[in-house]
């Protein structure tokens, strides 16, 4: 389709084109697309409105929790709720997955999300996101149960994120390839600026906390070595959208694995790396936590963390054969 199509307009053309894609999607995402068009404006004036410093809350990460991350938990919920779609909301800055209230209709699909991740960033203008994943329920219970989160990101039927940079971007699959929209902030739209996005099967770029070099295992220090001596740049934001949004479009790896401090790493698995997972393999690129693929690995718990290595094939496949020498 054109550059310039709407979102609404692309949603509508994708329905047409794959009729199994029943309307759910293009409401769901329309919502999370306005979610997004929200918090956009409030991440690009944070430094204006007191939106800084802590509400003195912690999530249950025991971190002390960004007013921001607050008000975008708040506001993806506020904005899915009322679809009719969704019997359950998961968060990283929700202890127990949010039940659609009695009063809302309620759905078939369960969304989970990292609703600002980067928040460390927020107050020092580096580009944050929001990554988001949807799951068809498994039971037909009144209620949403743990069941219905706990699923292998091979089973997800959409994800996205959104970076609030120097443009604010949606990207997204729902496995018919990985399009991305750049917000209008005059007409208050997401175009289609990137459509079926593909990343380059290697990149010049490797991210990795070289802060933790310490603490690597031997294949981790191994890989970073051979980069360094291949000549590739160091790139690490520290925001993660922010390094694998880079990664997708001029190719690369991210690399957050295991180390002595972190046996599982950092990150999380149902929805931080499972949904940039779903998104790299569309793009044709891999995520693994080392030894298996992340879209295969069966979640036991809500909030478990895993080493997540992801990016360009070909980089992905050097830093696995360092691991694994
Ligand atoms: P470190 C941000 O807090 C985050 O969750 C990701 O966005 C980012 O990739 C990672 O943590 C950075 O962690 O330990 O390198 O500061």
Redesign the pocket.
């Known amino acids: 389709m054109e550059l310039g199509t709407t979102f609404t307009q692309f949603l509508i053309e994708q329905q047409r084109k794959y009729p199994a894609a029943t309307g759910d999607f293009t409401s769901l995402l329309s919502e999370i697309a306005t979610a997004a068009k929200i918090l956009s404006r409030e991440v690009n004036k944070a430094g204006l409105i007191d939106l800084f410093g802590y509400n003195g809350k912690q999530n249950v990460h025991g971190e002390q929790v960004q007013k921001l991350d607050q008000f975008a938990n708040d506001t993806f919920i506020k904005a899915l709720c009322h679809t009719g779609h969704l019997i359950g909301i998961a968060s990283e800055e929700m202890e127990e997955p949010y039940q659609i209230p009695d009063s809302c209709p309620k759905g078939k699909y369960v969304f989970m999300m990292d609703p600002l991740?980067?928040?460390?960033n927020i107050d020092v203008n580096i580009s944050i996101g929001s990554i988001f994943s949807i799951y068809r329920r498994k039971g037909d219970s009144e209620n949403a149960t743990m069941d219905d989160f706990l699923q292998k990101g091979r089973d997800q039927i959409c994800a996205g994120y959104i970076i609030y940079g120097s443009s604010t971007m949606m990207v997204y699959t729902t496995g018919v390839g990985v399009h991305g929209f750049t917000l209008d902030p005059g007409i208050g739209e997401f175009l289609l600026s990137h459509e079926n996005i593909q990343i380059p099967s290697r990149g010049t770029y490797y991210s990795i906390?070289e802060g933790n070099a310490l603490n690597w295992e031997k294949g981790v220090s191994c890989y970073v070595e051979q980069a360094k001596q291949k000549g590739k740049s160091a790139r690490y934001v520290?925001?993660?959208?922010a390094?694998f949004h880079r990664n997708l479009l001029k190719g690369g790896v991210f690399l957050?694995p295991s180390d002595r401090k972190n046996k599982n790493g950092?990150?999380r698995l149902l929805y931080e790396a499972s949904p940039l997972a779903f998104i790299v393999e569309q793009a044709q690129g891999k995520a693994t936590d080392g030894t298996e693929n992340i879209l295969d690995k069966i979640p036991e718990k809500l909030h478990q963390r895993i080493p997540l290595i992801i990016g360009s094939p070909e980089d992905v496949d050097e830093v696995v054969a360092c691991l694994s020498s």
Do not use: A, E, Q, T
């Not at 520290?238 to 959208?241: A, D, E, I, N």
């Open positions: 991740d980067g928040s460390s906390n520290g925001s993660l959208v390094d957050y950092k990150l």
